[in-house]
Each structure stands twice: as structure tokens, then as C-alpha cells.
């Protein structure tokens, strides 16, 4: 069993934590800290789904399993850093004011690769938001995005999964909803809504 008692999380939502692994700081145990563990279930089904096409996880963070910590049952993720070992912050928190986005390495076409990441290996992405999404600086001048959180398939028809054709077009309709939402969500920021008009 791990031992999380005396470690502060790194990051907190509504229903998860996520720690540091312990025994191997390159690894993060998200841990349920509510009653509703609907979405969790659903997620880590969806991962082993992944898992079994042996997808590439180049553009999303590795699941590795299930582990019994001191605070419940945790699942291990793959923790992202940067090249100089400090943990990759969220692509919203480079996105709120104009001087961190211009600090960013082509941020539309590094969203774009996501988009094209996500059709190529079939994977649904049922929260797409920038709070899901980590800026991994891999040296001074490349960059890519990471997703940790929001991965998921809800589909009421469970054979739908199977299928690349229902799949794709599920992908191409949440990617459209979430580049429609960038300009009104991020209106204030000026730099961020120039690079847009200049991509859509």
C-alpha cells in the first residue's frame, strides 16, 4: 500500500486529487476524494479500452493501473514535466493573460496536432478544455500538448466505440464545439483571439 498521508496534492478538482507518486517521481496517482465515482469508472473503463488497441500515448498521459494508497483506491497516470523537470502547468493557465500566451510555441498548431492526434488513434475526448490539457515544454523550442483529464466515452450505444466511422464523427463534433467556444471564452485575452482569427 502507498502511503499519501503526509503529501500535498499537486493538483485538486471537484471529485479527484492528484499526487506525486511516491516511489517514482515521474508518475501521478489521481485519487477520488468524493462519493461520486461515476466518472472515474467510466474513465478508467475507457483507458483499458485504449490500452487493448495499444494506442500511442504520445499526446496523452499514460495509464499504468490501479494501486491501494492510505486514502483508497488510486489510479497511475504518467506525470508530466518539462525538460527542466518542473511539472507541466495547463495550457488555460498560459492562456490568461497576453504576456504568458506570447511566451507559448504556436499554440494553434499545437492544438491542431492534438485535433489530429485524437482522429488518427480514435479517441474520444469528452471534456475537451485547456484545463485538461498540459504545455510540455520538450526543449526551448518545441512544445506539445498533453491531455490528463476529460478522456471519455459516454455513448449510449456501447458498439459505437467498435466503430471508427461513429467514432471520427463524434471526435470532429466535440473538436468543432470546442474551437466555436475559444473567442468568447478567451475575449480578453488579444493576442490569443489574433491567432485565431488567423487560423478560423
Known amino acids: 500500500m502507498i502511503d499519501l498521508n503526509s503529501i500535498e496534492p499537486i493538483g485538486k478538482g471537484t471529485n479527484r486529487s492528484c499526487f506525486v507518486h511516491p516511489m517514482d517521481s515521474n508518475k501521478c496517482i489521481k485519487i ?4 461520486d465515482y461515476s466518472e472515474t469508472i467510466k474513465e478508467i473503463k475507457y483507458y483499458k479500452f485504449l490500452q487493448k488497441r495499444e494506442i500511442s500515448w504520445d499526446f496523452l498521459a499514460k495509464y499504468y493501473g490501479s494501486i491501494d494508497t492510505s486514502l483508497g483506491k488510486g489510479e497511475v497516470f504518467d506525470l508530466v514535466r518539462d525538460y527542466d523537470g518542473n511539472v507541466s502547468k495547463t495550457l488555460s493557465f498560459y492562456l490568461q493573460k497576453d504576456e504568458k500566451t506570447k511566451t507559448l510555441i504556436t499554440p ?6 492534438l485535433k489530429q492526434y ?17 504545455y510540455q ?18 455513448d449510449f450505444l456501447p458498439f459505437s466505440k467498435y ?3 461513429f467514432t ?6 466535440l473538436w468543432k464545439r470546442f474551437e466555436e467556444s475559444l473567442p468568447h ?3 480578453f485575452n488579444k493576442y490569443f483571439l489574433s491567432l485565431l ?4
Do not use: C, W
Not at 518545441?142 to 483529464?149: G, H, Y
Not at 471520427?168 to 463534433?173: N, P, V
Not at 482569427?197 to 478560423?200: G, L, W
Open 108 to 113: 494553434i498548431k499545437l492544438l491542431e496536432n
Open 118 to 134: 485524437t482522429l488518427k488513434e480514435n479517441i474520444v475526448v469528452k471534456d475537451l478544455n485547456t484545463k485538461n490539457m498540459l
Open 168 to 173: 471520427q464523427k463524434k471526435i470532429i463534433r
Open 137 to 154: 515544454k520538450i526543449n526551448e523550442n518545441e512544445a506539445r500538448l498533453i491531455l490528463i483529464d476529460g478522456v471519455v466515452n459516454n
Open 32 to 35: 477520488t476524494h468524493s462519493n
Open 197 to 200: 482569427n488567423k487560423k478560423f
Open 163 to 165: 466503430i471508427p466511422l
Open 185 to 187: 471564452k478567451y475575449s
